[in-house]
């Protein structure tokens, strides 16, 4: 019988003592929100980001999103693709263009094996468009200190 760690509870704290930033450029900026999306977010709170992968950014204002929640409040950011490869995991900081803009909440598969939504909780739910995007801007994601 295969046991998913996360599912039984079996982590007591972070597993992710060290890990190397995941880095990539803004491919797509996009500009809409949605107050009822639906997305849900998958119970293992890590995803394997690989160099060459365009993972999709959406924000939500919904603090209390979590993996394994439903997350209806979002605005899409954009896609980057992703230049230096590692682990992504809930709660790591995520950097724009130099400037911190949230955490991520979780990760939705709606579109895999295409591409994963990765879901950042933001005090702003404010379009990629909106919040000045451009392409090529620096995507960031960091543990979180």
């Known amino acids: 019988m295969v046991v998913d760690p996360y599912k039984a509870g079996m982590f007591k704290k972070d ?5 190397k930033v995941c880095e990539g450029e803004l491919c797509v900026v996009l500009d809409g929100r949605f107050e009822s999306r639906g997305l849900q977010l998958m119970t293992p709170p890590s995803r394997a980001f690989l160099k060459g992968e365009i993972h999709e950014l959406i924000v939500t204002d919904e603090q209390e999103a979590k993996p394994g929640s439903e997350v209806n409040k979002i605005a899409y950011w954009g896609f980057f693709e992703v230049t230096h490869a590692t682990v992504v995991a809930v709660n790591d900081e995520i950097t724009i263009g130099g ?3 949230g955490r991520i909440a979780g990760f939705d598969e709606t579109h895999m094996p295409n591409h994963l ?12 468009a909106e919040l000045g995007l451009e392409l090529g801007d620096k995507v960031r994601i960091v543990k979180k200190a």
């Open 15 to 19: 597993p992710y003592y060290k890990k």
């Open 99 to 101: 400037k911190c803009v």
């Open 117 to 128: 939504n990765v879901v950042i909780k933001s005090e702003e739910r404010v379009p990629g």
